[in-house]
């Protein structure tokens, strides 16, 4: 049984709605008709009936469920609505009520003389009529699932979508058909004032109980840590378990020829870079004499990037630029004890270190293999507290912070593949002279990749902690967890590469989720405690502000610093989705074999590939002086280590050349980064998945975008220029625009049109806000219980306390939603249907025809456009709303802005050049829309049947092929301009306009200078009867 | 008399007159474009390049959320609500200008009339 509340609502809604429509049908009025008995309409009904008529279940619904999906980038939404009225105001809407045309087909025939251009004119009408009709029928599809959500139909829970789109569907059309529904002032001003108050009144409620806008975004925070953390020994029942990538190796392990010492004396600093890599870790003693007492800081930053070398082949540092500006030119080493010489390099790098110190400078590890040089005193701007982390007590007995040398037991199983793009800054050991460029920026280049399993704590935290080696450029990470944890299995999943913040959001969320808090004592020091008992091991937490009630994210929810911030998933979906792609040709299959009893590298003294000595248990060595080998021969020794079973290569590469760079002994994850490199400098692009590895040349394939915010930032622009400028095309919307009997009250008309809207438009994004919060269950469904019914759905959370009044609310915006989408589509379906009827059938197909005629047509049209506009409903379940409304601004943009623009404000438009502008930018972009929404469509399909357990039909099987989801992932610029056509669109219109018209220079109107004296002067003058006598007389 | 009003019609059917309309009137709806398309297309910019900046909390709101998602609402309204003052003020220039009004003249009211629906 429906909710009564909801129901009532929504069925007095409709009720009135259809009623005060048939009542109009019975007067004789047109629907713009204000002279009732020769007065008119005040300024106060009219703005509330332009402004009903506005707002579409896009605003109503479609806002609220884009926010809380996509977070900040779908606030653009809103404010380009309302900025697209006002550009509406600064250049189009006085120039066309002089002109007298109240839609765009009369405008662009009374403009041009060309009857011809009408016709055009009408053709998008329809077009745009249709991409706007969609999101109407999604938001009426949604709503009456949500109102019957507990009735069983067809064996299935809930109306199903598309019996709500075809119910909603037939009732409007029959409506409009019979000759109804033409939108009067009175019930579009009504619909306003219901809108209006089913958006505002729920959220005073519950903003009045879960905390306002302000509250709710503040437990949406980016930041985390834990505030106190206490090394209370004593309590902390634990013990040390080694987590972390530590590329520090015990040095007295290794046998062998390793042990030779180097020893190099010079002035100043090491000269040889070629020894310096050659000197391997704390195994050889180096000297370093350094000018004293005063050394130049250039020089000691030089001998500190070379005594890095010898850890890694290539180390960059950077240098503040306020370190520049301060002229710290030279550094005073006298206070710091000189170490013992020769010594080892770790020694020595400390000892460096210490000197910066002491002069002001802190040496930050940007990452395992480059350096920043800035002043202490700023360190809180790069985001490290200036207190050096909390020293451990000496006194403890047993030491706390044991590191100990990460090593891959051959008896534990191949830790999990964690696949690491590095598209950064890994740039050959630079200069002083380089500048300072954001670390920061350097965090969001690398993506990472952890596939979805259940792992065991111990190695989830270690692949947490490697991310933090790469992106702390820390050279060690160790932790502790508590014993009682420490069996603990953890599900993990991602929804695709991740930049390290959400990979540490993730991994957090998952822990969280798993009763384990993970605390950082120091960057290098983590701790993971169960949260019942956090207390136990000197965590606390920060309260969390009273009343504010945060539920749980689920896994596909995106995280709160994606979310929050600017450039999130809806900016970057497409940069994101890239993957590179095999070249298409012929390919090499190997299959790689391993002999699981001999270690790896014995395998490749066996077969003569290189004769090194195997370190399995510490590491691997491989000599830097190897003559130059194929890339084939390079990737089976590469897919040996990450121990997968097929190889698949570009035959193309089976003879190019790499050359091995690396130092000798290393870690499985510096010797897999070596591997990287070289391929990478060899122009080879290397993917791996599920056990099989490809490798194709570079040149062929696209790289996965390491930075995707350019790409979010050109989908913003492009997105703002659709919304701004597609407002100019609605059709209904420029009928409304001058229902006023004279210019002053037009344009205070305006105004009230302005603060109505945008008072209206602050609310939605509180929805989604509060929605992320309270019914976060929301982002797991998709269609109908996606995040798109979040306007209807939030009341209810009021039910366990409140009882019926969440009921009641959710009523009251199931009726705002009915008044929504209805007064939208009727008025759409009245604009097409007269577009057609009128246009097309009136003045081309049958100029002859009589009234009643005229009449059976309008009803026929309207049946038939209410079909395709139904049937096209039924297949947009899967889309967003609010999207599908800014992809029909884009054709509008495209198409009829520029029209409108040029026209007003440009003599020189002729109709060849304006029919090609519009023709040219409008086909254009609904292609390319048409075009990324069927890829969508496709993938939506499929992941529904994958979803359902269900078997994929015929026509989808075979049409999945041509999902091009493939190129998509390859181009991910072109899928940005395909999907927001508006950037390019909009001046290729233009552009065309002008230069088309340039050339048909002699078809303008001989009176074009009166028509613009009509456009433009000032009605007062009557101009416009002027040439009204003249042309008809 | 005749030929004096006729002398100012056709002195309103001026291509001159029509410049000076035309130019003043682009003139200020561009000026209040450029005001609202620079905080518009610059906040992205801001994003782009402050995003620490933007990302810092005014009260409980982010900054970059704060404006776009409540302030821009009343500075659009004030800009509509400049140009509305100041195109009204320019037309009624206008039609000071172009001399005293004949009585073919309308005043105020327009007799446009939207066409009547099916």
């Known amino acids: 049984m429906p909710d009564p509340w909801i129901l009532g609502f929504s069925l007095i809604t409709v009720a009135v709605t259809i009623w005060m429509g048939f009542r109009s049908a019975k007067s004789s009025k047109s629907a713009a008709d204000f002279f009732v008995a020769g007065r008119s309409v005040s300024v106060g009904w009219n703005a509330s009936a332009i402004s009903g008529e506005y707002l579409s279940a896009a605003s109503f619904m479609g806002v609220a469920g884009m926010v809380m999906s996509a977070g900040y980038d779908a606030l653009w939404y809103p404010v380009c609505y ?20 109240y839609t765009i087909p009369d405008f662009a025939e009374g403009r041009y003389d060309s009857p011809t251009f009408r016709r055009i004119a009408v053709l998008f009408v329809l077009f745009i009529g249709f991409f706007y009709t969609m999101p109407q029928m999604k938001g009426a599809g949604t709503t009456l699932n949500y109102v019957f959500q507990d009735v069983s139909f067809f064996g299935q829970k809930g109306l199903p979508y598309w019996v709500g789109v075809v119910v909603v569907g037939a009732v409007i059309t029959l409506n409009v058909a019979l000759g109804g529904m033409k939108g009067i002032t009175l019930v579009q001003a009504f619909q306003y004032w219901i809108k209006m108050f089913a958006i505002s009144v729920p959220i005073f409620v519950l903003a009045s109980v879960y905390g306002g806008y302000g509250r709710q975004l503040d437990t949406i925070q980016v930041s985390k840590q834990a505030d106190t953390i206490a090394l209370q020994d004593a309590e902390m029942d634990a013990f040390s378990l080694p987590f972390g990538g530590t ?134 701007k790069f985001g490290h507290p200036v207190e050096s982390p909390p020293a451990v007590a000496a006194g403890n007995s047993a030491p706390l912070l044991q590191t100990i040398p990460y090593a891959v037991p051959e008896a534990n199983p191949e830790p999990p593949d964690l696949y690491v793009r590095d598209g950064g800054m890994r740039r050959d050991y630079s200069r002083w ?74 991994i957090q969320r998952a822990l969280t989720d798993h009763g384990i808090t993970l605390v950082h004592v120091t960057p290098e020091l983590y701790k993971a405690v169960p949260t019942d008992s956090a207390a136990k091991y000197g965590v606390a937490f920060r309260e969390v502000q009273s009343g504010t009630v945060r539920n749980a994210l689920p896994a596909k929810a995106p995280g709160d610093a994606t979310w929050l911030n600017p450039f999130g998933p809806l900016t970057t979906k497409a940069a994101r989705a890239a993957v590179p792609v095999l070249e298409p040709g012929p390919t090499e299959t190997m299959e790689v074999v391993f002999d699981n009893q001999r270690p790896l590298w014995s395998q490749m003294v066996a077969t003569g ?32 280590l990450e121990k997968v079973g097929r190889l698949t290569i570009a035959t193309s590469l089976t003879n190019l050349p790499v050359t091995w760079t690396a130092t000798n002994v290393m870690s ?54 659709a919304l701004v400028c597609g407002t100019a095309g609605l059709p209904h919307i420029l009928v409304r625009f001058y229902t006023n009997p004279d210019g002053v009250a037009a344009k205070r008309t305006t105004m009230w049109v302005m603060i109505l809207i945008g008072i209206f438009y602050v609310f939605p994004p509180v929805f989604g806000v509060m929605g992320r919060n309270l019914m976060p269950s929301l982002y797991d469904g998709s269609g109908v219980n996606g995040t798109d019914g979040i306007v209807l759905k939030l009341p209810t959370v009021l039910g366990e306390r409140f009882g019926p009044l969440g009921s009641i609310l959710s009523g009251i915006t199931c009726a705002g939603a009915f008044a929504a989408f209805m007064s939208t589509f009727s008025g759409l379906l009245v604009s097409m249907t007269g577009a057609l009827a009128h246009d097309v059938y009136g003045r081309i197909l049958r100029p002859q025809s009589t009234p009643e005629q005229r009449l059976r047509m309008f009803k026929v049209a309207a049946v038939l456009i209410g079909a395709v506009a139904i049937g096209l409903g039924t297949l947009v379940e899967n889309f967003e709303i609010n999207f599908m409304v800014g992809q029909a601004f884009a054709i509008a943009a495209a198409s009829y802005f520029p029209l409108l623009f040029m026209s007003v404000w440009w003599r020189g438009m002729t109709t060849r050049g304006a029919a090609t502008g519009m023709l ?46 493939d190129f998509w992932a390859a181009h991910p610029l072109l899928r940005i301009l395909c999907e927001q056509p508006a950037i390019w669109a909009v001046p290729l219109a233009i552009l065309l306009m002008i230069v088309v018209s340039k050339r048909t220079r002699h078809q303008i109107p001989a009176d074009i200078r009166e028509k613009m004296l009509v456009l433009h002067a000032p009605e007062a003058l009557g101009l416009r009867q002027d040439y009204i006598r003249d042309h008809h007389g | ?53 933007m990302a810092s909390r005014v009260g409980d709101f982010p900054l970059t959320w704060l404006l776009l998602g409540v302030l821009f609402f009343p500075f659009v309204w004030a800009i509509a609500w400049v140009f509305i003052r100041r195109s009204m003020a320019l037309e009624d220039s206008e039609v000071r200008e172009a001399g005293p009004s004949p009585s073919s003249w309308g005043h105020g009211r327009s007799e446009t009339r939207p066409p009547t629906d099916h």
């Not at chain 1, 248990?617 to 080998?629: D, I, M, Q």
């Not at chain 1, 469509?937 to 099987?957: C, I, M, V």
Request: glycine content about 6%.
């Open chain 1, 82 to 101: 309302a900025c697209g009225y006002l550009f509406l105001l600064l250049f189009i809407a006085g120039p066309l009520r002089r002109f007298g045309a």
């Open chain 1, 247 to 380: 590329i520090s190796f015990d040095p007295e392990a290794f046998p062998g020829d390793f042990s030779k010492e180097t020893s190099v004396t010079s002035y100043g600093y090491l000269q040889d870079e070629a020894k310096a890599k050659a000197i391997r870790l704390g195994l050889s003693r180096t000297s370093l004499s350094l000018p004293s007492p005063t050394c130049p800081t250039s020089l000691a930053l030089d001998a500190y990037v070379q005594l890095r070398l010898s850890f890694s082949n290539h180390f960059t540092n950077y240098v503040g630029r306020d370190v520049l500006r301060a002229r710290l030119l030279n550094l005073d080493i006298s206070q710091v004890p000189k170490p013992p010489n020769p010594a080892r390099a770790r020694t020595l790098s400390r000892y460096l270190e210490q000197i910066f110190a002491t002069n002001g400078l802190t040496l930050l590890h940007v990452s395992r293999d480059a350096v920043a040089v800035i002043l202490t005193t700023n360190l809180a």
């Open chain 1, 433 to 506: 002279k380089n500048l300072w460029v954001d670390f920061r920026g350097r965090e969001r280049r690398m993506m990472v990749s952890l596939p979805a399993a259940t792992y065991s704590l111990p190695d989830l935290l270690l692949q947490y902690a490697q991310s933090h080696v790469w992106h702390r450029g820390v050279t060690q990470v160790s932790g502790r967890i508590a014993k009682e944890i420490l069996n603990r299995q953890i599900t993990y999943s991602q929804p695709g590469p991740l930049t390290r913040t959400e990979f540490d959001e993730h």
């Open chain 1, 609 to 640: 590939h290189h004769a090194s000595r195997i370190l399995e248990s510490r590491g691997v060595s491989r000599p830097a002086t190897l003559p130059p080998k194929s890339a084939a021969e390079e990737l089976v020794e590469y897919a040996g």
């Open chain 1, 668 to 721: 499985w994850n510096q010797l897999r980064n070596s591997f990287q490199r070289s391929l990478e400098q060899a122009g080879v692009v290397v993917r791996i998945e599920r056990g099989a590895m490809t490798a194709f040349p570079a040149r062929s394939a696209v790289s996965v975008p390491a930075n995707p915010r350019p790409y979010a930032l050109l989908y913003t622009y492009s997105l703002i220029i």
């Open chain 1, 920 to 965: 040219t930018g409008g086909l254009m972009a609904v292609a390319a829309i048409s075009l990324t929404s069927w890829t969508t469509f496709l993938t939506a399909q499929g992941a529904k049947f994958q979803a359902l357990g269900r078997p994929e039909p015929g026509w989808f099987t075979h049409l999945k092929p041509y999902s091009l989801s």
């Open chain 2, 1 to 53: 008399m005749q030929s004096q009003s006729s002398q100012d019609r056709s002195a309103l059917h001026s291509e001159a007159f029509l410049r000076t309309l035309m130019r003043r009137q682009l003139r200020l709806s561009i000026s209040c474009a450029l005001t609202f398309l620079t905080a518009l297309l610059g906040m992205p910019l801001l994003n782009y390049f402050l995003p620490e900046l």
